[in-house]
């Protein structure tokens, strides 16, 4: 198995390590201390030795930050974890706090008063993060103390040691473009920017610019390591190079000079003496780099990762390996929804639908020749309440029973060399309420409404968050995250910067691929969302209109369960692209599944009765 079911957070943690820490900041003459749920390279997933916040307070979620101080500590979450939050913290030591309304930037200007010494790390905050917090800090007399030692680390006795996974080259049959021809669009980039290096800090930049894969966090092919870009194409990589085979090391070593991370910090401060003019991002650099070259002599261009948009629109290999990975990936989840479908209620659990899943994904790339090679992210199997808490994660703790009478929320994703899959379904078991049908077709307009989309270049994700939400809206619901994140290519599956969301400031441009999934959440009882990943098409001419227009194609191919859609809430149009999507999926998943599969999903793709009445 991919994925472990060990227990989530454990708010047991909590005091003992919480006073080790206070015992450490009073030792050095700290009032308190900011512990951020991030590493050098601010991704999603972190190894096992940077999971500070979660060894400090339990809290699991993969967003996070708490402030310790000497008498009173804060956690600050956002909507995805309000609920999770207060099941994996000791909220005797804890007060919950919002990390979008009421931010730590925010919350030192209203809570800590003048002469407080605040204790930071440098490289585990963004340069922009520091920004914020100084600006906050100046207006109420906080002082932020840069340090050269994460307290964590100290008190930390059993810290695992860094990760050490093998490098592997992705082949350029599944890359579309070679790594040397990639590194010299980067380098003619970062001339433009008025800069002559940049650092590239997250690993899913390094990875697409090298064309190499790792496996040094969970989930995600990522090597850790930081680059040196150089706009003359003197490039440096920074990696531990144990996880080089002699191969590997060949091949890298003709794109740039290898180092080890322990050579990276003398590295840039000595590109800063010799007067570089380096760029980075103030969204994923941390403040340690700033603080490196500044000290240094050398001049700091701001500017985002050069590869951030390269890697975001995807090329043709790239776009007909998620064609194929989405082939793939929707005929294993059809068999695990045939399955599922022929369970007795109250006989499966959370875990072993997650388990029958990745068996089905496995033996589906088996037959294909295309191995599943990890699960995208920990799969969210969510039953009755549980579905409620939107990123849960089963554990042998809080397993439970699917019942009869309430809905089943089942959220996961794969990872094929040719692409990455995400996808979610939720289904009833045994007979739902007329308000899970209800509420589960308001989710279904908005993510049919973003499906069917026309709009025109440069729109922007927050420009279009709005239509999948005008449906719940009009009933008087809402939900608590953005509609779509960013999809990577054999790489993270929650990828940067474009996404459909109120914060959604990045233009949507053709080769995109995003996810679509507008949900409902019902505290305590259920929980609705319906996933599909889609891709940006180039803008074409409408008939009769002025500009050209994007659209979405629309990736993800299984059934949506149609026991829940109450038709006469739809429109003819949305019933129409149903049905369509529907046939589709038959059409292309049919011929993977035979017997008793392909039986079923002849019965869950047929066309609904048409009882709209516009």
Not at 22 to 38: E, S
Not at 60 to 66: K, N, P
Not at 463 to 492: K, N
Request: charged share 25%.
């Amino acid at each position: 198995m991919f994925q472990t079911f060990d227990s989530a957070g454990d708010p047991a943690v909590g005091k003992p390590r919480v006073a080790l820490l206070r015992q450490w900041l009073a030792a050095n003459g700290l009032d308190g201390f900011i512990v951020p749920r991030a590493d050098e390279h601010q991704g999603e997933y972190v190894a096992d030795r940077s999971a500070r916040l979660k060894w400090l307070t339990g809290f699991s979620g993969s967003a996070g930050v708490a402030i310790v101080l000497g008498e009173r500590a804060a956690m600050f979450v956002d909507g995805r974890y309000t609920l999770q939050v207060r099941q994996e913290v000791d909220l005797d030591i804890f007060a919950i706090e919002s990390l979008v309304d009421n931010p730590p930037a925010i919350w030192i200007k209203d809570n800590l008063g003048k002469g407080v010494r605040l204790g930071f790390d440098p490289w585990l905050q963004t340069i922009g993060d520091v920004k914020a917090l100084k600006a906050s800090a100046e207006k109420s007399g906080v002082l932020l103390v840069p340090l050269d030692q994460n307290p964590i680390d100290a008190i930390w006795t059993d810290q695992p040691e860094p990760p050490l996974a093998p490098v592997e080259i992705h082949p350029i049959g599944f890359a579309g473009e070679l790594g040397r021809d990639k590194l010299v669009q980067l380098a003619a980039a970062i001339g433009k920017d008025g800069a002559t290096h940049a650092v590239l800090t997250d690993p899913s930049s390094i990875a697409w610019a090298f064309d190499i894969r790792g496996g040094d966090v969970p989930h995600t092919p990522l090597a850790l390591g930081f680059a040196v870009l150089a706009a003359d194409g003197k490039h440096q990589l920074f990696m531990d190079q144990r996880k080089f085979s002699r191969t590997v090391a060949a091949y890298l070593t003709q794109l740039a000079d290898l180092h080890e991370p322990g050579e990276f910090e003398a590295a840039v401060a000595a590109l800063a003496k010799g007067g570089a003019k380096i760029a980075l991002d103030p969204v994923l650099a941390a403040e340690k780099l700033r603080m490196l070259v500044e000290d240094n002599g050398g001049a700091v261009i701001s500017a985002p990762d050069p590869a951030r948009i390269p890697r975001a629109t995807k090329n043709q290999a790239e776009i007909n390996g998620a064609r194929a990975a989405h082939r793939r990936d929707g005929a294993a989840v059809a068999r695990l929804l045939c399955w599922l479908d022929r369970q007795k209620p109250g006989k499966l659990d959370e875990i072993a639908v997650v388990t029958k899943l990745e068996e089905c994904r496995r033996s589906t790339g088996e037959e294909t020749q295309m191995p599943l090679r990890d699960v995208s992210f920990d799969t969210i199997s969510g039953a009755g309440p549980n579905g409620a808490i939107m990123h849960y994660r089963v554990s042998r703790a809080t397993n439970r029973k699917l019942k009869s009478g309430e809905l089943f929320l089942l959220d996961s994703g794969g990872q094929y060399q040719d692409g990455t899959t995400d996808i979610t379904r939720t289904v009833p078991v045994g007979t739902p309420t007329e308000e899970m049908r209800e509420r589960f077709t308001l989710v279904l307009k908005g993510m049919i409404g973003i499906s069917m989309l026309r709009f025109p270049p440069g729109t922007r994700g927050s420009e279009i968050d709005a239509v999948a939400r005008l449906a719940l809206w009009r009933h008087g619901c809402d939900f608590a995250h953005g509609t779509g994140h960013g999809v990577g290519s054999y790489l993270a599956v929650h990828e940067g910067p474009q996404r459909i969301a109120r914060t959604g400031t990045e233009k949507l441009l053709a080769g995109m691929i995003l996810s679509n999934e507008p949900g409902y959440y019902k505290e305590g009882a259920y929980g609705i969302r319906i996933e599909n990943l889609v891709l940006v098409t180039p803008a074409e001419e409408i008939e009769g209109g002025d500009i050209p227009m994007h659209g979405f194609e629309t990736l993800t191919l299984a059934p949506i369960d149609v026991r829940l859609v109450r038709s006469d809430l739809l429109t003819r149009d949305e019933l129409h692209w149903l049905d369509q999507y529907h046939a589709r999926v038959l059409a292309e998943i049919g011929p993977m599944l035979d017997g008793e599969t392909l039986a079923w999903l002849e019965k869950a793709t047929a066309p609904l009765p048409h009882d709209a009445k516009i």
